[in-house]
């Protein structure tokens, strides 16, 4: 078990993969340094002599400054350190050369997905019940568990052990009726109305792009009547989305009828009538150029820089050299990566849209009397990650090496093919929102602490950064990269995740979220309630 890791040659920091104790000598990359302070698993100690006022350095770029004298083998902490990055050039770089892996051993490959008139391939096929308002999330929610309870979509172990300790029926789940439907799902909204009309209106783009996304089979749609994003607004966005938009569509307005168990009753009826028309469809092969993933960390520990988030950047790159797309979000986790993600950017424009949503993002949190590199929670730096260069460095290896060839807002779409940046915040369940509304049909989640995060209607894989994580909570975990931390090859086990993405998008291995029917969606409100 190695020790410690450079990262970087040009790194003057250095990772502790184990405890190491004060005065302990280790070596590594060539070196041997005597430990001058207790440096825990996951954190760094300085390589040489830092002064105040000299760069931390990580993965080679700078990722700190020095606020007090920092001695070689000393641990840099938040007493010592503070959150420093490189100069972002203003000329324009240099064209972005990219060497694509060779895939040549998938190109044959394929997963059985549900294909879309459109082309598009869904890894999943739900029924999808939406609420335009926060006061219809109950109407929502009432409807899709209805629905999954009679129809065999649930399997609550819970409830189950509720029925045995009250002396209930032993409540066995009959065969699912509809076996090409995977799952009824509602989300529950916190907008809608009371708000800015601009939150209102992107609250309907992005319901919009979730109704017509290549995972849902149809929607059932419920309004009070009155709000500010009104059925209509949502029609609209749809029209935008795909004006060819023809999965069916059901519309309920509270306001219209004399009670609400009438209103129930028909939507429960008309919405089982467009479930038998929807369960048609039945998976069959596609090529894997068809995924369209997103690459996202949460719960972040001092590992994911060198494990998981290198490991999903290679699966990402293979998924792109074979014509798929993959989106990178979280914009203020590329705080301090800006100018090497910047460099990626395929056409100028692109770059320069990049550029101008970062300066908006962190104009938006100075007027809050913030900043985004406020952006690492006290789990991240309790487990390393103290400053938000030091955890954008890591983040930003999710994306791999492609080049970026999209840069998009939140409740924009994502590109065809090819790597798209995607402004998000780096709350996980706006984020990865905001990357199945782009267009993703599978997550790939990177986690070092530990997080429950799904989605309402994509599969999200939760990636251990380290094995203890894994062992610990296996209800959480889906896959492994502990191994890397120990020597193991990154591009081994990139492999083996393909192939475990391969099950989840083919419908059949569960995700762990799915089987603790996580199925998170939180708006991203960029303005104000009123």
Known sequence: MRKILRIDPADNLIVALTDLASGEEVEGSGERFRIAAAVRAKHKFAAQDLRPGDAAVLYGTIVGQATQPIGRGEPVTTANIRHAAADVPDDEPSPYLWQ???????????????????????????????????????????????????????????????????????????????????????????????????????????????????NVAGITVFSLGCEKSQASTFREALHRRNPAFAKPALFYRQQDWASEAAMMEDALRQTLE?????????????????????????????????SANPVIGLVSDRLVALGGASVLAEFPELCGAEGAIAARCARPEDRARFLALMRDYEAAANRC?????????????????????????????????????????????????GLTLLCTPGNDL?????????????????????????????????????????????????????????????????????????????????????????????????????
């Open 100 to 214: 694509p892996p060779d895939v040549s051993g998938l190109a044959t490959r394929t997963f059985d997905g549900y294909q879309r008139p459109d082309g598009r391939v869904g890894t999943a096929n739900h029924w999808l019940v939406l609420p335009l308002v926060f006061c219809a999330n109950r109407n929502a929610r009432k409807l899709a568990d209805t629905l999954s309870a009679a129809l065999g979509y649930r399997d609550d172990r819970l409830e189950a052990i509720a029925r045995q300790l009250t002396g209930g029926a032993s409540g066995a789940q009959a065969g699912r009726r509809f076996s090409n439907i995977d799952g009824i799902r509602a989300i529950d909204v916190t907008s809608g109305c009371g708000g800015a009309a601009s939150d209102c209106e992107a609250l309907c783009e992005v319901l919009a792009a979730y109704a017509d996304h290549p």
């Open 274 to 306: 467009a479930l038998a028309v929807a369960d048609g469809i039945e998976r069959t092969p596609a090529p894997l150029a068809k995924l369209r993933i997103a690459v996202k960390c949460g719960g972040s520990d001092g590992f994911p820089g060198i």
């Open 369 to 417: 009397g913030t900043s985004i590199s406020d952006n690492p929670s006290w789990g991240n730096i309790e487990d390393g990650l103290i400053t938000d260069a030091i955890k954008s460095c890591g983040a930003a290896r999710k994306a791999g090496t492609a080049p970026v060839v999209a840069v998009a807002d939140y409740g924009e779409p994502m590109a065809d093919s």
């Open 430 to 530: 706006i984020a990865v929102t905001g990357q199945v509304a782009a267009g993703a049909t599978l997550v790939l989640f990177s986690t070092g602490l530990g997080t429950p995060t799904g989605n309402a209607i994509a599969p999200v894989i939760k990636i251990a950064t380290n094995s203890a994580v894994a062992t610990r909570l296996p209800d959480m975990i889906d896959f492994d990269c502990g191994p890397v931390i120990a020597g193991a090859s990154p591009e081994d086990n990139a492999s083996d995740l393909i192939e475990m993405m391969i099950d989840v998008a083919s419908g059949r291995l569960p995700t762990r979220a799915d089987q603790l029917q996580q199925h998170d969606f939180l708006f991203w409100k960029r303005s104000l309630d009123l």
